[in-house]
Each structure stands twice: as C-alpha cells, then as structure tokens.
Nanobody, 115 residues
Framework: QVQLVESGGGLVQAGGSLRLSCAASGRIFRINTMAWFRQAPGKQRDLVAS???????NYADSVKGRFTISRDNAKNMVYLQMNNLNPEDTAVYYC?????????WGQGTQVTVSS
C-alpha cells in the first residue's frame, strides 16, 4: 500500500515562511507526477504547484514568486517552500502523487496564517 505523509504545517504570521514535506512510501515502481493542492474552508481543492512528468513546474497564479516546489526523486519526496505567506494562504495542504498509474493523496496538513 502506497502512503503519502505530509509534515511541516502550522501557524505563522503574515509575511512568514513554512516548508512542507511529503514522503511517499510503500511498494513504488514509478512516480510520474507530484503536486501540492490546498483546500480552504468552504472552498474546493485547488492546485498550488506541481511537477509534470517531464520535470517542469507549474504554479497557481496566486502563489507565483512566493512558493517553490522541489523534489527528491531518490527519496520519493516533494517539498513546498512557502514564503511571504498571507492570510489567504490559510488552508489544508494536500500532497498528491500519481504512482504506478494510480492517484494517491496524503491526509493533509493545516497551514494557518494570522494577520
């Protein structure tokens, strides 16, 4: 069974930074895509940042220039460095991976940004 486990969420003041980590474990042959989504209360789950299968990155307009996604293929990990956070970034952040032709989700980690 493949599992994704996020860590690094928490409470931070506006203008601060957080780094989220996600580790994929279990029987894994190949991970094609890894990404971060977020879901604020009462809203849909939206893409924040992702790697394509070709290795390029994609960001939501609202986080461009502030967030950086990175990946360690050897460790099956993906990271999200979040800088200059604002209250609108408050949400549960979910790790996503397309592993061996199946979509996998983490349990989510709460990020709360106070004004």
């Amino acid at each position: 069974q493949v599992q994704l486990v996020e860590s690094g969420g928490g409470l931070v003041q506006a203008g601060g930074s957080l780094r989220l980590s996600c580790a994929a474990s279990g029987r894994i042959f190949r991970i094609n895509t890894m990404a971060w989504f977020r879901q604020a209360p009462g809203k849909q789950r939206d893409l924040v940042a992702s790697f394509t299968s070709g290795g390029s990155t994609n960001y939501a307009d609202s986080v461009k220039g502030r967030f950086t996604i990175s990946r360690d293929n050897a460790k099956n990990m993906v990271y999200l460095q979040m800088n200059n956070l604002n209250p609108e970034d408050t949400a549960v952040y979910y790790c996503y991976a397309f592993v061996d032709n199946l979509s996998r989700w983490g349990q989510g980690t709460q990020v709360t940004v106070s004004s």
